[in-house]
């Protein structure tokens, strides 16, 4: 019965967001029941198809011939901060490696006038594609319909643009925040208080806030007696000491149960000042996860107890594969939504695992068949005969 009452909780809470987000937001299409152009739905999750996604003759497998010879991508980030971009970049490099590609990584420093003229450069030099990671479309879509107009293919990665033509794929940011939610609010019985990490003018923390709002609101004995969030080179170690102040403000057993942290490099400057203040009765509830993170949530009595993510190297991968798909003429989708997971310390082994080992407690982690057209393996086959 009470799962059934959690069910019923959960459905009503989204069919209200997902009603203010029709209204408020350029991402009807997220919302939609029906799957964008160039996706089916099958067993209630979208996969991408194309002209040669279903082919199994020799002549349908055949290379396209604009990917008889290498091409050049240009990857465009708004920042690399963190183990989750540096694990990112590794996924592209590692697909356009296989593909027999060269790519180019540009790293605009939180500075989105840089990044519009990275993407101005990536056109100059007649890339065969472009990644953007992070971004936003006040900034990004007046080069990026150049692009678009030269013929060099567009795919962003938690961005909110809106062009036709340009595939944006997520890692559904609202659902991560959700699952992290609501597995804290089952945790405190739906009663405490709370600290909350946040920073504004990034698409995926403005996507991870709305459900926030709405959290707030499903659940008023919970209450957020801190917020505070910067973005920085350092932001775990300025993560960190913010943390130490909240800490000293509050400094009794109860006066804190939990800290909702938007991104892991949150989550890691706050794990760290709890464990030196030796207030391991607070737990730390995060978004987003890599190796160092998961090493930190599975030592003995650590306060970082759950986190919500996607698997940030295959992000890379599938971005990577539907830039070729665009190369190739394929048909793809105007958005993707890769599904996140719950990773929760009392899932893990006692033993260390990684990333890559965590499919093995993870059900469907890092386990992606998006994007995928069968001459990407005749295309891999030829660059391993070099």
């Keep these: ?71 050049k991508i240009a990857a465009i980030m708004q920042l690399s901060i963190g183990t989750f971009s540096s694990q990112y970049i590794a996924g592209v490099k590692e697909q356009v490696q296989k593909f027999g590609g060269d790519v180019q990584i540009y790293n605009a420093d939180n500075d989105l006038t840089k990044m519009a003229s990275y993407v101005e450069t990536a056109i100059t030099q007649n890339v065969d594609a472009i990644l953007l990671d992070h971004g936003r479309a006040d900034a990004l879509e007046g080069p990026v319909k150049k692009a678009v107009a030269k013929g060099i293919p567009v795919v962003a990665f938690d961005n909110d643009l809106n062009i036709p033509g340009v595939t944006v794929i997520d890692q559904d940011d609202y659902s991560l925040a959700w699952k992290t939610l609501k597995t804290l609010a089952e945790d405190l019985n739906g009663e405490g208080n709370i600290v909350t990490i946040w920073v504004g003018g990034f698409t995926p923390m403005e996507r991870r806030h709305v459900i926030y709002d709405a959290f707030k609101k499903r659940y008023p004995n919970i209450k957020e007696i801190a917020k505070f969030g910067t973005a920085s080179a350092n932001t775990a170690l300025d993560t960190q000491t913010q943390m130490e102040a909240i800490l000293k403000k509050y400094p009794n057993k109860g006066d804190i149960d939990a800290v909702f942290a938007t991104w892991d490099e949150f989550a890691k400057g706050a794990t760290r000042a709890i464990e030196q203040a030796g207030r391991t009765e ?14 930190m949530i599975q030592k003995p009595n650590s306060p970082w107890v759950a986190t919500t993510a996607t698997d940030p190297a295959e992000v890379g991968r599938v971005q990577v594969r539907f830039a070729y798909q665009k190369i190739a003429g394929e048909k793809t989708p105007n958005i993707y939504s890769l599904e996140p997971h719950l990773v929760k310390r009392s899932d893990l082994p006692d033993k260390q695992v990684s990333m890559n080992e965590l499919s093995q407690y993870i059900p469907g982690w890092g386990q992606s068949n998006v994007a995928i057209s069968p001459w990407m393996k005749t295309l891999e086959a030829q660059v391993n005969k070099k």
């Excluded at 996706?39 to 996604?53: G, L, V």
């Excluded at 607070?282 to 090493?295: A, H, N, P």
Aim: aromatic letters at 8%; charged letters at 25%.
């Design 1 to 71: 019965m009470k799962r059934f009452k959690a069910l019923s909780s959960l459905f009503l809470l989204f069919f209200a967001v997902f009603s203010i987000l029709a209204g408020c937001t350029h991402e009807q299409d997220a919302v939609s029941s029906k799957p964008a152009n160039g996706a089916k739905t099958t067993n209630n999750k979208t996969e991408t198809t194309s002209s040669h996604s279903t082919a199994t003759s020799d002549e349908q497998a055949a290379i396209p011939e604009k990917l008889k010879k290498p091409v």
């Design 282 to 295: 607070i737990k730390v509830y995060g978004i987003d996860l890599s190796d160092e993170d998961l090493q």
